[in-house]
């Protein structure tokens, strides 16, 4: 290292952690990204150093699947609290989903959210636009104007962003396709479940149960093999968000194998809770898709394993304790926190389930930052990418408490969970988001979009002269010559 080169912060005595490695090494940080990684006299000076002695260093995690409500339902949460409590769980990077109000479907709304998160952001972001019937038109004016992704419900969730019918599905697949942008994917079949809850709310089953027995996982299932089918033909790029059943699985991994570019992400809730949590949790722990039977718990966690299943993300949906109380099943907002937790809970599992830190490295900072086109900018700890990096106490037993946490919303299934690792601070690009457990002021505001890192392959499109554009365009021209 040349004498004359001082880093901004070297950070001493941790145990580094890559998707292959566990090892013992200094890391020093200028300018946002990582100098050098090494032996601890091997460092340049520095202007700060850091004690990391006893503690693991890992790269920052990558949440693709959160609701942070701005504009729009600021009470649940914003860009300032979602953003902090990403911070506290060790995250640096998130996707935030377009169910705003106004919902993220147009180049309009999209400059709005991207001014409130550019101010109000402690962590970097990337934004999600609505892939759907209403939006087809504004396509390339979202891709201009700075998204992650597209995000297309096929099926109703909080925010009742109507889901397309297939045939809307094919043709925006078919328009996104030659962009490489990735569609991640709400897979459950609306009219499925649409069906069977009214007949459940027709009989009067108002319990918790109720929610499950209307969202079966074959609601998921059918959804991602069409999907999958839809993706194969065009070359779109799709993501499945929130995998919960055992069912889901084969589905993705068939379409793995046929060689359709297709990610999969489950989120804690579909390991670490189950049917049997509904009696005591009732409400709070209505989210959609519903969490499952017990013997989904293992074959998700396999899939994780093996590679079936690429990440991590957490699906953190907040809303306030009277939401998630109500006496009617029916009434009780979906979804709940997540992004504070995950890394602690995750954890906890990986040591329960005897996996190893790396292995969760891989799926919550390496792959998604591939899925997206972000590596090795983003997810990774090499020499070059950002400082985006978690330290963490991988021995500290604790509680989670949700009076405790900095979203908004308190109240989630996890309140009582007790936790075998903590994140102690957060990097990111360089600057402290978190240290010692305290949100640092000056982070708020530093936050950036994601969107412009683009180290996506070229897309793989198919059939293009099938394509609605291209068949009416040569049903113009026909009629063009009959005339003539
Ligand atoms: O339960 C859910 N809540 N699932 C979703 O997909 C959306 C989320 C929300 O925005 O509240
Ligand atoms: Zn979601």
């Not at 993706?231 to 046929?258: C, D, F, Q, V, Y």
């Not at 957060?426 to 969107?451: P, Y």
């Amino acid at each position: 290292m040349t004498a004359d080169i001082i880093a901004d912060l070297v950070i001493h005595g941790g145990t580094i952690v890559s998707p292959d490695a566990e090892y013992k090494a200094s890391i020093a940080i200028k300018d946002g990204s990582i100098l050098a990684i090494g032996e601890q006299g091997a460092m340049p000076q520095a202007k700060e150093t850091l004690d990391a002695t006893g503690l693991h260093i890992l790269p920052g995690a990558i949440d693709v699947h959160v609701h942070f409500r701005d504009p729009g339902y600021a009470q649940k949460e914003d860009f300032a609290s979602g953003t902090a409590a990403a911070a506290f769980g060790g995250v640096t990077t998130v996707f935030d989903m377009p169910n705003t109000l106004p919902a993220i479907s147009d180049a309009k709304s999209l400059a709005e959210k991207h001014a409130i998160a550019r101010a109000k952001a402690h962590i970097d972001y990337g934004l999600y636009a609505v892939l759907g019937e209403d939006s087809l038109p504004n396509i390339h004016a979202l891709i201009e104007g700075g998204v992650i992704g597209f995000k297309c419900y096929m099926g109703n969730t909080f925010g009742r962003i109507p889901s397309p019918t297939t045939g809307a599905m094919l043709e925006l697949f078919e328009i996104v396709a030659p962009t490489g942008k990735r569609i991640s994917l709400h897979a459950e079949t609306n009219s499925i479940m649409e069906r069977r809850e009214a007949r459940l709310r027709q009989m009067g089953r108002t319990d918790p149960l109720a929610h499950l027995a209307a969202r079966p996982a074959v609601v998921a299932t059918e959804a991602v093999a069409r999907a999958a089918i839809l993706a194969e033909w065009t070359g779109a790029r799709i993501h499945i968000l929130h995998i919960s059943s055992a069912a889901e699985l084969r589905p993705l991994a068939e379409a793995k194998a046929r060689g359709v570019d297709i990610t999969g992400e489950t989120c804690p809730q579909y390991l670490v809770l189950s049917a049997d949590d509904y009696e005591e949790r009732r409400g709070v722990i209505r989210v959609n898709p519903p969490v499952r039977e017990a013997e989904n718990q293992n074959p998700i966690w396999q899939a994780l394993v093996d590679g079936t299943i690429d990440m991590i993300a957490t699906d953190h949906a907040p809303h306030s304790i009277e939401e998630k109380t109500r006496e009617d099943i029916w009434t009780v907002d979906c979804g709940f926190p997540g992004v504070e937790t995950q890394m602690p809970l995750m954890l906890t599992e990986v040591a329960r389930r005897k996996a190893s830190i790396s292995d969760y490295v891989r799926w919550s900072a390496e792959n998604p930052a591939k899925c997206w086109g972000l590596f090795p900018k983003k997810g990774a700890l090499m020499v070059g990418s950002d400082a985006d990096i978690a330290i963490v106490d991988t021995n500290r037993t604790w509680t989670v408490d949700d009076n405790l946490t900095q979203s908004t919303a308190k109240i989630s299934p996890w309140h009582g969970m007790e936790a075998t690792a903590l994140p102690i601070h957060t990097i990111v690009r360089g600057r402290f988001a978190m240290k010692d457990r305290q949100l640092q002021e000056n982070a708020r505001g530093w936050g950036r979009s994601v969107h412009a890192i683009q180290a996506m392959p070229t897309p793989d499109v198919r059939h293009v002269d099938q394509t609605m554009a291209a068949v009416t365009s040569q049903t113009a021209t026909n009629k063009g010559s009959v005339a003539a």
